[in-house]
């Protein structure tokens, strides 16, 4: 039997006579195939035997020291602020850039019209550029308070009393305007 060289330079075998035996192909000796004949197999790692890697050690570094509550009650201040600062009038969506980077109005706009207050609330549209943050309150002024994020991750969280009580998150912003208006008017009427 003589052997030829193939295209890629590797050696083939000269066709041989079609059989019936040698038309099914054989999978056992194909390389991708794992017929876990290694004699090197090795199980998992155990824990003990385990290299930590780099990184971990300053993942943990970044969050020594984080008191979550203490967050929580910067981020509804904020919120408070923002409102204080603004001043919106009551039943009026207020508008506050915080970058060059504007959304568009055609957005901006669609944002008030389907984020309609109930009577005597007060809110303000954050436009990050990204992102925009729908912030609103109720009466009286700060007792809850409720953000509504539309960007890439699109979520409501409501806060009373300075507690977190809610978090809902939306697939998209599209979802986030179908579904907020009603949560909106539900937990800024809310007596609970």
Known sequence: MAVTAGRNGRDQEPAASASPTDAQPMVENRWWVD??????RRGPTP???????PIVGRLFT?????????????????????????????DVWAYLPMTEQRTSKDFVERVKRSLRLPRGSRGVIV???????????????G???????LGGD?????????????????????RALREA????????????
């Open 35 to 40: 017929a876990n004949t290694s004699t090197k």
């Open 47 to 53: 824990p003990a035997e385990r290299e930590t890697p």
């Open 62 to 90: 970044v969050g020594r020291d984080f008191d979550q509550d203490r967050a929580k009650v910067r981020l509804t201040d904020a919120n408070l602020h923002i409102l204080k600062e603004t001043n919106p009038a009551e």
């Open 127 to 141: 436009d990050s550029g990204s992102s925009l943050r729908a912030i609103a309150t109720g009466n009286p002024f």
């Open 143 to 149: 007792e809850r308070v409720i953000e509504l994020t």
């Open 154 to 174: 699109s979520s409501l969280d409501v806060w009373s009393h300075g507690e977190w009580i809610a978090e809902r998150v939306f697939r998209s912003k599209d």
């Open 181 to 192: 208006p009603h949560l909106l008017s539900r937990y800024l009427r809310s007596t609970e």
